[in-house]
């Protein structure tokens, strides 16, 4: 042979997530393309002088993994901030506060994230005061994992001028304390906290850049090569176009234009220049990307009925049917696709009414148009998604595992929604398209944390649908159905001749591991575009 591979992997388990060829023992890899899939034995022909031949060891070769709900600058910038993941009490909320405060005197605010509602236990409060406890004379911003709520104190509200209370955006509310007459601290949605947020300085380019860097490292660190991004939060497409002009980028990003409660649908055309715009091998755009409700945790979630710890409260949209409806047809005639987060089955509901508005006044076309989350849905919609050709995109790390962590989420549904909430297999036996991703920062971007949620999942109940997925729907999910999910399969997904060389080598045999350690295999190389961009061999 004149031309031979750069890389050969050889003694491979390799699961290509190709219908017509799901399994094979070798790949070899020329410039930034796949040109052979097949047994190790014919291989031998790819190898040359230069070729460097990876002998997996019976260790599983997956094509390159893609998360399709990703936040990767706004995840990377939380890097640095002062993280709230391991508190579980308000008790350790306030040592946390406190040792970050006296750590970084030179920080003006305070910003804390990741902070899980489940660590404020029945009865406590975390509101301003007891954050002015703490640090009254510093502003205090603490977010929520989810990144739904916010809680103050003293001297934020003040600079926001909130203590007082106002008017909000609908699907927002700013918690007042009866006792004083004022706000408590704690605001729900961007309509009642981007008045104190808009006040904290602003990362730099540089930083900007930095932190960007140290979010591609840890995707590559997980095996994920691909990453559908779900906001173009302070223009964050310019930072990763910059990055990739550099050489740079390491992860491939699709980036779609955030559509707020405020937009003007005439504003819309804005979204089909940067799809023009944006079309490199590394960073694309395509979308928009609209927020129907908020999340069941603070009851900001759009539903069909009450709550159920909550009688009397549905929760509540951002858009108005009408509104969106229009948002959507506008989009589409575009040739625009459209993510939209709905948590509750209200806002799922609500979407799919404006898809289906969409192709009456449009007529139907290949959209992909997708709902993202999806963690209740009433039964009357469950089959809408495949007569609607709409895409599941659903995130298995989300799902508490069992009723016993603590988790707020089950009592807000109530054992009623339990049969139809994070409905992986009833949705897939509806013949609904799935793509899963993480929603990190919001959950953690390892993918093979998703994976083992997938496959663990269990009733809460007697009596449910079992919901958890096969290894290999999961891992397509992932792969070949994320890749479809951005209308990139012809390049990507799976492992196949003449694909792009995106590929991860893991330190077992996914299919030979127990389901419970799942969540330990590692991957030991991450390739993107025929660059190892990470590696232990």
């Known amino acids: 042979m004149s031309t031979y591979a750069d890389y050969l992997f050889t003694n491979a388990a390799v699961f290509t997530a190709d219908l017509a060829n799901p399994r094979a023992e070798a790949v070899a890899v020329r410039g930034n393309r796949i040109v052979f899939v097949g047994r190790s034995t014919a291989a031998a022909e790819w190898q040359g002088p230069h070729t460097e031949v990876i002998d997996a060891g019976g260790r599983s070769l997956l094509p390159g993994l893609i998360d399709s709900h990703f936040h990767l600058l706004w995840g990377s910038l939380k890097l640095d901030k002062l993280r709230l993941d391991e508190a579980e009490s308000l008790d350790a909320i306030a040592a946390a506060i406190a040792a970050y405060a006296a750590a970084n005197p030179q920080r003006e605010w305070i910003e804390g994230v990741q902070l899980k509602y489940s660590a404020i236990s029945a009865g406590a409060r975390l509101d301003r005061w007891f954050l002015d406890a703490i640090a009254p004379d510093r502003p205090v911003y603490l977010t929520a994992f989810d990144g739904h709520t916010v809680w103050a104190n003293s001297e934020a509200m003040r600079r926001g001028d909130l203590l007082g209370g106002r008017e909000v955006a609908p699907g927002s509310e700013i918690v007042m304390d009866a006792a004083s007459g004022t706000a408590s601290g704690e605001l729900r949605e961007p309509g009642a906290f981007d008045p104190v947020r808009a006040l904290i300085p602003p990362p730099t380019e540089a930083e900007r850049r930095a932190a960007l860097r140290k979010g591609l490292a840890l995707c590559a660190r997980h095996g994920l090569t691909s990453v559908h991004n779900m906001d173009n939060w302070n223009d964050g497409i310019a930072v990763y176009a910059a990055l990739e002009a550099l050489g740079e980028m390491s992860v491939r990003v699709y980036v779609p234009y955030n559509i707020e409660p405020e937009t003007p649908v005439e504003k819309i055309v804005e979204a089909a220049e940067l799809k023009r715009r944006y079309q490199g091998n590394y960073v694309r755009a395509g979308a928009v990307k609209v927020f129907m409700d908020g999340v069941l945790e603070s009851y900001t979630a759009l539903m069909v009925d009450d709550y159920a710890d909550q009688p009397g409260n549905r929760g509540g949209a951002l858009h108005t049917a009408a509104r969106f409806n229009a948002i959507a047809a506008a989009a589409d005639r575009l040739e625009l696709q459209i993510f939209v987060h709905a948590c509750g089955d209200g806002a799922v509901r609500r979407t799919l009414d404006g898809y289906a508005h969409v192709r009456r006044v449009n007529g139907p076309r290949d959209s992909r148009h997708r709902v993202e989350h999806i963690e209740v849905i009433h039964p009357d919609d469950i089959a809408r998604f495949a007569e609607l050709g709409v895409i599941a995109s659903m995130q298995p790390a989300h799902c508490p595992p ?134 232990q061999v």
């Not at 962590?405 to 009592?411: E, K, L």
Request: charge should be negative; charged fraction near 20%; aromatic fraction near 8%.
């Open 402 to 535: 069992t009723l016993h962590t603590g988790d707020v989420w089950p009592n807000r549904a109530g054992a009623g929604r339990w049969r139809h909430s994070f409905a992986w297999q009833t949705l897939r036996e509806a013949g609904a398209r799935q793509a899963y991703g993480s929603d990190w920062p919001v959950a953690t971007m390892n993918p093979l944390v998703g994976l083992g949620c997938g496959l663990l999942r269990q009733p809460w109940q007697a009596g449910d649908p079992v919901q958890n997925q096969p290894l290999e729907d999961l891992i397509i999910g992932y792969t070949r159905a994320a890749a479809y999910a951005e209308f990139q399969e012809d390049q990507k997904g799976m492992i196949r001749t003449g694909m792009l060389a995106d590929l991860v080598l893991l330190d077992a045999d996914l299919f030979a591991t127990p389901p419970s350690a799942i969540e330990q295999v590692l991957p030991v190389l991450t390739m993107v575009d025929g660059r190892a961009v990470f590696r």
